[in-house]
């Protein structure tokens, strides 16, 4: 194991004097939160980071669906290039360009779930923020991170210089 270097990035105050290893204020919670109310603060954003997830993968949806189209339809070009043009009519007038659910393309699965469980998610996730933590971001994970860093050591500061 390596012995701090006083001299490190990592464990030197910053300009302001404030340090850079302690935890950035922002990330610290309210005086007088409890730790039990930050972290089921903690487990609504850590709920509302897996919808984000999902929002990616509904974009991801979306982008593939339609590039799966568009090939397609460059396939079917070279279906009836090939010398067969009415299989390719058909299968085109079929597929290309079909909803993937009655009267949707993705685009508009994905602007529903913006403007509606998304939307409702993200602001009911702030709301509890706003209410119990000041509205400061990721408290309960700079508690863990303080609780599971090597104070002292090169790539463990609590915070960028």
């Known amino acids: 194991m390596t012995?701090?270097?006083?001299?490190?990035p990592d464990h030197r105050d910053s300009p302001d004097g404030t340090g850079t290893d302690r935890p950035d204020p922002a990330h610290l919670p309210p005086a007088g939160v409890p730790d039990d109310v930050?972290?089921?603060v903690g487990g609504v954003t850590a709920a509302f980071e897996v919808v984000e997830h999902a929002r990616g993968m509904l974009y991801a949806f979306h982008r593939l669906v339609g590039r799966a189209d568009a090939e397609l339809a460059e396939a079917l070009d070279r279906l009836a290039?090939?010398?067969h043009p009415d299989l390719a009519d058909a299968v085109r007038a079929?597929?290309?360009?079909?909803?993937?659910?009655?009267?949707?393309?993705?685009?508009q699965v994905v602007e529903e779930f913006d403007d509606g469980y998304y939307r409702a998610f993200g602001d009911a996730e702030r709301l509890v923020r706003d209410r119990l933590v000041a509205g400061r971001r990721h408290v309960h994970e700079s508690q863990l991170k303080e609780?599971?860093?090597?104070?002292?050591?090169?790539?463990?500061?609590?915070?960028?210089?």
Request: charged share 20%.
């Open 3 to 8: 012995a701090p270097d006083a001299d490190h």
């Open 147 to 161: 609780r599971n860093r090597t104070p002292g050591l090169p790539g463990h500061a609590s915070r960028p210089g």
């Open 94 to 107: 079929e597929v290309v360009g079909r909803n993937v659910l009655p009267g949707r393309w993705t685009f």
């Open 38 to 40: 930050v972290a089921a």
């Open 81 to 83: 290039d090939a010398g």
